[in-house]
């Protein structure tokens, strides 16, 4: 158990429906990331979010939006989803504001949409 | 352009063979730190190493073994007497001082076969 929860582990969806994808990090970190892995595009950088302050954004679409919530956990909100957004989506905490410590990896989410 | 560089999509190798696996990067700050994750079947991501861009020293860590040459922008991952457990895919990172995320390789899938 790495210390980063993430939940659902499987999650089956329909095109256009809307999930929460939601992470508690490891404890005393104050930094979450979240990853998208696909298939074709390998392991992107979505966003990053500190001590509730949002630091950085990847490849994020628009469609999607996160938060991190005062008990430090974070949700990500995938909406008007389409088949390509199937992929495993990871959630990784750190204690400082960057990654230079390097990240602990939850277990990560499974998203397949229909 | 990608600034991490996996070239090797698969490998398979017999048990206890030695196996390498291939890391550049390219960044043009001075201070960085380099990563390898392994992903077994079940799905997460588990932190191997970390290096900063100072330290060139190699490092053994039982049968796992790292090379780090500036020279050529290289962080080789080297595993001795491979055994089946091994079989994983292996992401190198690069993280930059300026930065903000990870940027990870394609993965290199590690096949280990009895």
């Known amino acids: 158990d790495s210390g980063v929860t993430q939940t659902p582990k499987h999650l089956i969806t329909a095109t256009g429906q809307r999930v929460t994808l939601r992470c508690s990090p490891r404890s005393g970190d104050l930094s979450v990331y979240w990853y998208q892995q696909s298939l074709d595009q390998g392991l992107q950088f979505l966003i990053h979010y500190y001590n509730g302050e949002e630091r950085a954004k990847g490849n994020i679409l628009e469609r999607f939006s996160a938060q991190q919530f005062p008990d430090l956990h974070s949700e990500l909100n995938l909406s008007s989803l389409e088949l390509g957004d199937s992929a495993l989506y990871f959630c990784?905490?750190?204690?400082?504001?960057?990654?230079?410590?390097?990240?602990?990896f939850g277990s990560g989410t499974r998203l397949t949409v229909v | 352009a990608q600034k991490v560089t996996q070239a090797q999509t698969e490998i398979s190798v017999v048990e206890k063979e030695d196996v390498t696996l291939d890391c550049v990067y390219e960044t043009r700050d001075t201070t960085y730190y380099l990563f390898w994750y392994k992903q077994p079947p079940s799905g997460e991501l588990v932190f191997l190493i970390r290096?900063?861009?100072?330290?060139?020293q190699n490092e053994i860590s039982g049968r796992y073994s790292w090379n780090f040459q500036k020279s050529t922008s290289s962080f080789n991952f080297t595993i001795t007497a491979s055994q089946v457990v091994d079989s994983a895919v292996y992401f190198c990172?690069?993280?930059?001082?300026?930065?903000?995320?990870?940027?990870f390789g394609t993965g290199t899938s590690l096949t280990v076969i009895p």
């Open positions: 290096r900063n861009s100072f330290d060139e």
């Open positions: 990172a690069l993280s930059e001082n300026t930065g903000n995320q990870f940027y």
């Open positions: 990784a905490s750190s204690h400082n504001t960057g990654p230079h410590d390097g990240y602990t």
